[in-house]
Nanobody
């Protein structure tokens, strides 16, 4: 059983960079076929898939966010991190980390709701304001 916990600042100023960390417990993030994913939900809107880092360390991004998004990992700490640059108020959202176990990349990039993930964090609220 994997548990995921998001951590990071709840308030970020416009134009700054958001850095969120997801700590996984229960399984190494290098386990084969595990994909570690960042998703967000702005107020009143649906879930937006932001990107993923695979067990291999390879990363995948939502094309609409790719220029501002970076996902990395620290295997020693069993953590993966999201960085989102040039924040604007439109980036305010609840940010979630999740995990999906699959041998098919297309499954990872087309995930919709939380019930399609094998594991899901509780989420962390991020506000963007001066």
């Amino acid at each position: 059983q994997v548990q995921l916990r998001e951590s990071g600042p709840g308030l970020v100023k416009p134009s700054q960079t958001l850095s969120l960390t997801c700590t996984a417990s229960g399984e190494p993030i290098t386990n084969t076929y595990y994909y570690w994913i960042w998703v967000r939900q702005p107020p009143g809107k649906g879930l937006e898939w932001m990107g993923a880092i695979a067990y291999s360390g390879r990363t995948y991004y939502n094309p609409s966010l790719k220029s501002r998004t970076s996902i990395s990992r620290d295997t020693a700490k069993n953590q993966f991190t999201l960085q989102l640059t040039s924040l604007s108020p439109e980036d305010a959202a609840v940010y979630y980390c999740g995990a999906r176990i699959t041998s098919l990349l297309e499954v990872v990039t087309t995930l919709k709701g939380p019930n399609e993930y094998d594991y899901w964090g509780q989420g962390t609220q991020v506000t963007v304001a001066p």
